[in-house]
């Protein structure tokens, strides 16, 4: 089955500074990948939508400048979170999704990136 | 605005038992809907979806418009079922973007 990582699958940084998180669809091409963000207890969030060579689309009350998404491949994704702050702690999941002329594939799940910012 | 419902945070059953996870939506349209189950220490990962109207892993769930749910149900639970189950409804304007629920967790105890 399709296969997406994520890396790091933990991140500790300093408050101040920007922390990048890789996403990667290993085994398929994704045009179409999303980031999500997930609060103890609580479900996903969609943050937003990437698609390859185009700039993101982000839900509303994401902040844009702060978690910046780059797709720059049509297996690599990234979410660089800049200038972290304690409030940013949380478990980052990216999906990625194939799609074939008007076939839309399933979205696939990485596995998590749990970012303490301190 | 599209909203997902699961009003259990844990659902408790023992081996055999009948299990139905509740999920109820908002959505004026005709809505497309998920359920995606993440297992201990793994991802999360896509269950059934309501279009296929298929069983996976002994689960159905029917699409009922007129009570806006499709609960998750399973006849006879095994502890193997174990886990958290996400109930998705598909965003409606291009792509799959995906509104989860809060989630269930659901204990099947021996």
């Known amino acids: 089955g399709a296969v997406v990582s994520q890396h790091p699958s933990r991140v500790i940084c300093k408050s101040g500074t920007s922390v990048k998180i890789e996403c990667r669809s290993l085994?398929?091409?994704?045009?179409?990948m999303f980031w999500y963000r997930q609060f103890p207890k609580k479900s996903l969030m969609l943050m937003a939508t990437?698609?390859?060579?185009?700039?993101?689309?982000?839900e509303q009350g994401v902040e844009k400048d702060k978690f910046l998404i780059n797709h720059a491949s049509l297996t690599l994704s990234t979410l660089t979170v800049t200038s972290a702050h304690p409030e940013d702690s949380s478990f980052y999941i990216c999906?990625?999704?194939?799609?074939?002329?008007?076939?839309?594939?399933?979205?696939?799940f990485g596995p998590g990136t749990r970012l303490t910012v301190t | 605005a599209q909203r997902v419902t699961q009003p259990e945070k844990l659902l408790s059953v023992f081996k055999g038992a009948p299990v139905e996870l509740k999920c109820n939506y908002s959505?004026?349209?005709?809505?497309?809907l998920f359920w995606y189950v993440q297992y201990s220490r793994q991802r999360l990962q896509l269950l059934l979806r309501?279009?296929s109207r298929e069983s996976i892993k002994g689960f159905t769930a029917d699409l009922n418009k007129g009570e806006t749910s499709f609960h998750l149900k399973k006849p006879f639970a095994q502890e193997e079922d174990s886990a958290m189950y996400y109930c998705?409804?598909?965003?409606?304007?291009?792509?799959?973007?995906?509104?989860f629920g809060a989630g269930t967790r659901l204990a099947v105890h021996p």
């Open positions: 309501h279009i």
């Open positions: 990437s698609n390859e060579g185009s700039k993101a689309t982000y």
């Open positions: 998705a409804l598909k965003k409606p304007g291009g792509y799959n973007k995906l509104i």
């Open positions: 999906s990625a999704e194939g799609t074939s002329g008007t076939i839309s594939y399933e979205q696939y």
């Open positions: 959505y004026s349209g005709s809505p497309e």
């Open positions: 085994d398929f091409q994704a045009t179409t």
